[in-house]
T-cell receptor, first 115, second 114 residues
Framework: EAEVAQSPRYKITEKSQAVAFWCDPI?????LYWYRQILGQGPELLVQ????????DSQLPKDRFSAERLKGVDSTLKIQPAELGDSAMYLC?????????????FGQGTRLTVV | DQQVKQNSPSLSVQEGRISILNCDYT??????FLWYKKYPAEGPTFLIS?????DKNEDGRFTVFLNKSAKHLSLHIVPSQPGDSAVYFC?????????????FGKGTLLTVNP
């Protein structure tokens, strides 16, 4: 069964350092999302891509976060510099968005701890 | 402003009984509603969805009910099993031109006791 792949699963970094997460969506899924989930909260959208284009990054802290999906397939989310408050689970998801299939499929996530 | 609300942070039920998870929303433009299940240290897994034009969708032990006039939906799990213990997220979709936006509630932790 096709899955959304994310790496790494876990990341510990010191504050002020740079950190990057990678996501490979399900083949053929044009829409890719990056969500952040803080413990006890629901996932919050950081950025949404349609193919290689950003369609929503209104909640992305652009002073320190960046995301790209250069070829419209896999994607990278970067934080520089990391802050203590960035500790969270970072989830990547993808979907077809073909009007019939509405659900987004999530990867295993990357648990980031900033110390 | 939270558009999707899950007001019960936790729920505990006995194995074999019914679990009812509730969700309220404020945006009347939502087109689809979904329920996701999440185990610790894993990503959410899609469970079941319902279109805004329907009032019920059933899949095995899982049934989702939608009451549009009350802006309320619920997930029923019958019978509940210990393996159902997880955090359940309610989510809603709005269409924004050429793409849709998926908004999540805060989740409800379900514990099914043997």
């Amino acid at each position: 069964e096709a899955e959304v792949a994310q790496s790494p699963r876990y990341k510990i970094t010191e504050k002020s350092q740079a950190v990057a997460f990678w996501c490979d969506p399900i083949s053929g899924h044009a829409t890719l999302y990056w969500y952040r989930q803080i413990l006890g909260q629901g996932p919050e959208l950081l950025v949404q891509f349609q193919d290689e284009s950003v369609v929503d990054d209104s909640q992305l802290p652009k002073d320190r976060f960046s995301a790209e999906r250069l070829k419209g397939v896999d994607s990278t989310l970067k934080i520089q510099p990391a802050e203590l408050g960035d500790s969270a689970m970072y989830l990547c998801a993808s979907s077809l968005q073909d009007g019939l299939n509405t659900e987004a499929f999530f990867g295993q996530g990357t648990r980031l701890t900033v110390v | 402003d939270q558009q999707v609300k899950q007001n019960s942070p936790s729920l505990s039920v006995q194995e074999g009984r019914i679990s009812i998870l509730n969700c309220d929303y404020t945006n009347s433009m939502f087109d689809y509603f979904l329920w996701y299940k999440k185990y610790p240290a894993e990503g959410p897994t899609f469970l079941i969805s319902i279109s805004s034009i329907k009032d019920k969708n059933e899949d095995g032990r899982f049934t989702v009910f939608l009451n549009k006039s009350a802006k309320h939906l619920s997930l029923h799990i019958v019978p509940s099993q210990p393996g159902d213990s997880a955090v359940y997220f309610c989510a809603a979709i709005t269409w924004g031109g050429s793409n849709y936006k998926l908004t999540f509630g805060k989740g409800t932790l379900l514990t099914v006791n043997p």
